[in-house]
Structure formats: structure tokens, C-alpha cells
């Protein structure tokens, strides 16, 4: 008899998820922040060349139309933060085409929340706080600068170091071609391979100032220091696993038009499918969101570390190959 | 053959890198945050039986290896080349190189039945039954009397394999053995 009607994850692991999640909103609710929830299906998608947005059609007032599942909840939330919510959270099913593996599943649970009116140095003390309401044993929070993490760990510099040097570090660490790739793709494989796994053993490690070109929704930053332009973002690093990404956000409503165009430009050319970009985020940033910061939270991730469980398949009830 | 792409890839999927046949052992899915997605991904040499650990970007595709594993019966080697059958009912017979047989050299028996792995129809590797019944040639005398524990001795049995056993065993005696780890199990 086949047993896989039964779920990934024990009843009892899903008792302490449950509990954790409890948890998590008594975090926000003990600070104000409104919990609220957004669609997972719209008409426009995440046009990120390295997200892979699924989408279905369906029979909608309009008549029958393209839907996408959304790679997180952000665009949603920002249009309510532009109507006036004031500070949002949500735990949000979110769905990424291809991402299956030990710390992947096709779709998962996002923690995403906006602070109208925080600094992003504001936003990674809460981030930290709260992580440690999930997992109060965590040892302490370090603020580590991307181009510092490449010069310890690798002895180069992202930013200045030639190409053709990458190339060969990232061909000799991945044994893979990376000899036609781009800077960044360079750089996201020894991120990837080389540096993450040694980030947040015995506490919390915090990711800042990558690459300008690796901004995604962040806006720029001057680097007084170094003197280049740096993505006003950090990412939060437990045990060698990513769990959160924040951001600065971007509030200029062409600035985030002309990326979304730039993004189908570069889903052109690399032979990948387009994205309706969407084009009532646009309008919303036209009308005026408040300038703040948010981020995005992997919840099984951390849920998975707070259970010292391997596979984040673990502690879902039904992974996919499940489901 | 056709190709797969590294989201088809999962444990089992035989394709080729290098020009060798590989079975898929893991595929683990990495990603920094917000950037390029590359696929770690861990592979068994069909041929050597070395495991690779090799990255491709997600989205590149390998090309599937003609590989299939059949069941055969082993019939006789000729100082050369070992010969097996196919139990499909066509009689169909197979001729194994010494390379291919590796350590399942010491595991034959005839009329057993093994798995024979073929790639584009030439044998590249034989996998013996777990657990496999042969006769004893050579021990030492057993002790009598001594059935209860303690002890054990080498013991060379009829196809070549040399297994520790109680010190009771005699010669002669068929012993039911574990082929995976070379290991007595009982009087058969």
C-alpha cells in the first residue's frame, strides 16, 4: 500500500507551527502592525529575471483572462500602504515556478511587512527581534557588508575586481562554465556557493550594501565609504540559510516602471517568458506610498530551524511532491 | 535520447555528462536572494561508480543515457568473458567484460539471477541478489558443541568470496550470505 496520502509533516511539528505562528502575530499585534490579506492571483506578475512567475487563465468578471500567482505578496501590500494602511503584515502563500530542493518548495509561506517611515537600519533591529521570537536561543546579530564578505572569504573585491578573475573563481568553485557570464551571475554563484553556507553559524548574520545592479525593488544608496552606489537592502542569513530579504523601498513610480521594462528586456533576450508588469503598482506609487522599508520572511525556513528539522518539506503538511 | 532540464532532474534519472552514463543521486535547488539560480547537483558514474558533484544554472539540460537495468541469469565464463541470460523468456544472452563485473566477481553463482545495467545495449555494470546461498569450500574444522556465540573464522566460500562465520560452520555446508556488506547471515 502506498503511504504517501500521509502528510510531510509530523501532527505534532504542525502543533508547534501553528504555535509559532500564533507567535508571530502577537509580535505584530503587540506593535501595532495591521495584519491583512491580498490576493494570491493578479493581472500582473514579478517581472524579476530570476523568478519564475506561474500563471493560469480563468473566467473573471472581465471575461477570461491571464492570472498570475504571485511570487510574493509585495505589490498588493505596497498599493495598500499608498492607500493609507499605515504598517501591514501578512503571512502569504506565495508560488515560484522550479524552486524544489531541500530549502524549496513550489509554493510556501511568506512573512512580508512594511514600516512606512523606518530606516532600514530601523527594519533589520525588528527583523532580528523578530526572528528571535521564533528562535530565542539565536546568538547575536552582525551587520556584514556584501563587499566585505567577497574580500574575507575569497580575497576579491565585487565591485572592482576585473571579470575575467571572477569568471575564473566562479568556474573553478561551481565546475561549471561561467567563463560567458555576467558579473552578477559571477557573483551570485560564489555568494551561493562559497559564502552562504558559512553565514549566521552562531547567530544572526545581516546581509548589506549589495551591488547596485542587484537592487531588484531597493532603492540606491551612495557608499561614503567606498564611493560606489550600493542597493539599500540587506538579507538575513541563520545557520547558512537565507531566510529574509528587506529593502529601502522604491517609491519613484518611473523608476519602477522603467525596471519592470527593463526586467521583460532582459526575460527577452534570455529566452524567457514575459511578464504583464503591473501597471496598478505604478499608478500607486504616482498617487504617493510613503517612503519606508519592508521585508520578506521565508516562514517555513525559520520554522524549520526553530525545529531543528533538515527539509524545510518537513514542516509542511503537504509538501508538493505530496500535495 | 531526449534532453532534461535541471527542473526534470530527481534521483534516478540517467543522463550523460562528460560522455559517461550518470544516475541522478540529488539535485538540490540554490539561490542567493534575489539572483541567478544554479542547480547543485550530485551524480554517480555509471561506469566507475564515482559520485560527482557538478552545478548548472537552473534551466540547462543534459542529455538522457540509453540506460536500463535488466534482470539476467548468470551461465558460465569462458577465461574471458562472462556470459548472462536474459530470464524474459528470449534467451537472449549477454557477454560481461571483467571490468564491468567489478566486485560481483566473487558474488557468482549459476542459474541466480542478477541485475545486468546496460547502456545503449553493452553491459557496464552486474548488481547482485542482497542475499545470495553458497557452499562452503575451505574453513577451518568447526568446534563442536560450540553453537551458542563468541568467536568467528574465515570461511572461503564456492564462488570466491571469503566471509567471516561462527566457529561452528563446517565445510560443505551452504550459508545464506548478505552481499552488501559481505556479511554471514545464517545456515541456509
Redesign the interface.
Known amino acids: 500500500m502506498a503511504d504517501d496520502w500521509q502528510p510531510s509533516a509530523s501532527i505534532e511539528t504542525l502543533r508547534e507551527r501553528a504555535r509559532l505562528l500564533a507567535r508571530v502575530r502577537a509580535f505584530f499585534a503587540e506593535r501595532g502592525v495591521l495584519e491583512v490579506e491580498t490576493p494570491v492571483l493578479g493581472h500582473g506578475g514579478s517581472t524579476d529575471v530570476h523568478l519564475d512567475s506561474l500563471s493560469l487563465e480563468a473566467a473573471t468578471p472581465a471575461g477570461r483572462e491571464r492570472l498570475w500567482l504571485q511570487t510574493s505578496p509585495e505589490f498588493h501590500m505596497k498599493r495598500l500602504l499608498a492607500a493609507g494602511s499605515g504598517p501591514i503584515f501578512q503571512l502569504a502563500r506565495s508560488f515560484r515556478d522550479g524552486e524544489v530542493g531541500r530549502r524549496h518548495n513550489l509554493e510556501f509561506t511568506m512573512l512580508e511587512w512594511y514600516r512606512p517611515g523606518f530606516t532600514l537600519d530601523g527594519l533589520i533591529g525588528e527583523t532580528d527581534a523578530l526572528i528571535r521570537q521564533v528562535l530565542p536561543g539565536v546568538g547575536p546579530c552582525r551587520q556584514r557588508r556584501y563587499r566585505d564578505l567577497f574580500r574575507e572569504t575569497l580575497q576579491v573585491d565585487p565591485f572592482s575586481t576585473p571579470l575575467d578573475t571572477l569568471r575564473q573563481l566562479a568556474t573553478r568553485h561551481g565546475q561549471i562554465d561561467m567563463r560567458e557570464s555576467e558579473r552578477d551571475g559571477c557573483l551570485d554563484l560564489l555568494m551561493s556557493l562559497v559564502i552562504e553556507p558559512g553565514l549566521g553559524r552562531g547567530g544572526i548574520d545581516m546581509v548589506i550594501d549589495y551591488p547596485a545592479s542587484q537592487a531588484a525593488l531597493a532603492r540606491w544608496r551612495h557608499d561614503p565609504e567606498d564611493g560606489v552606489e550600493v542597493a539599500a537592502r540587506f538579507e538575513a542569513y541563520v545557520e547558512g540559510l537565507e531566510l529574509a530579504n528587506g529593502y529601502h523601498e522604491l517609491t519613484d513610480a518611473a523608476e519602477q516602471a522603467r525596471r519592470f521594462a527593463e526586467d521583460n528586456r532582459e526575460r527577452e533576450r534570455l529566452g524567457k517568458p514575459m511578464v504583464d508588469s503591473d501597471r496598478r503598482l505604478v499608478a500607486a506609487l504616482q498617487a504617493g506610498m510613503p517612503e519606508g522599508c519592508g521585508v520578506a520572511l521565508g516562514m517555513d525556513r525559520l520554522i524549520q530551524l526553530a525545529l531543528g528539522k533538515s527539509r524545510v518539506a518537513e514542516v509542511m503538511a503537504f509538501a508538493t511532491p505530496r500535495a | 535520447m531526449a534532453n532534461y532540464s535541471t527542473?526534470e532532474f530527481k534521483g534516478g534519472l540517467k543522463v550523460m555528462l562528460d560522455g559517461d552514463p550518470c544516475n541522478i543521486v540529488e539535485?538540490?535547488?540554490?539561490?542567493?536572494?534575489?539572483?541567478?539560480?544554479?542547480n547543485?547537483v550530485k551524480l554517480r558514474n555509471l561506469i566507475t561508480g564515482r559520485v560527482w558533484?557538478?552545478?548548472?544554472?537552473?534551466?540547462e539540460s543534459l542529455e538522457g543515457a540509453d540506460v536500463m537495468d535488466l534482470e539476467m541469469e548468470y551461465l558460465y565464463n569462458d577465461g574471458d568473458m562472462w556470459y548472462f541470460m536474459k530470464t524474459d523468456g528470449s534467451f537472449e544472452q549477454y557477454a560481461v567484460e571483467k571490468k564491468a563485473l567489478g566486485d560481483t566477481e566473487k558474488w557468482l553463482k549459476e542459474q541466480v539471477a542478477y541485475t545486468v545495467t546496460l547502456w545503449n545495449d553493452n553491459a557496464i555494470s552486474v548488481t547482485p541478489p542482497n542475499f545470495i546461498e553458497l557452499e562452503v569450500v575451505e574453513t577451518d574444522p568447526g568446534l563442536k558443541g560450540d553453537t551458542a556465540q563468541g568467536g568467528s573464522k574465515p570461511a572461503t566460500l564456492s564462488s570466491g568470496a571469503v566471509v567471516r562465520v561462527p566457529l561452528f560452520i563446517n565445510q560443505g555446508e551452504v550459508l545464506k550470505v548478505d552481499t552488501r556488506s559481505g556479511e554471514y547471515v545464517s545456515r541456509a
Open positions: 527542473n539535485n538540490e535547488f540554490v539561490k542567493p536572494g534575489k539572483g541567478q539560480a544554479f547543485r558533484e557538478r552545478t548548472f544554472k537552473s534551466g
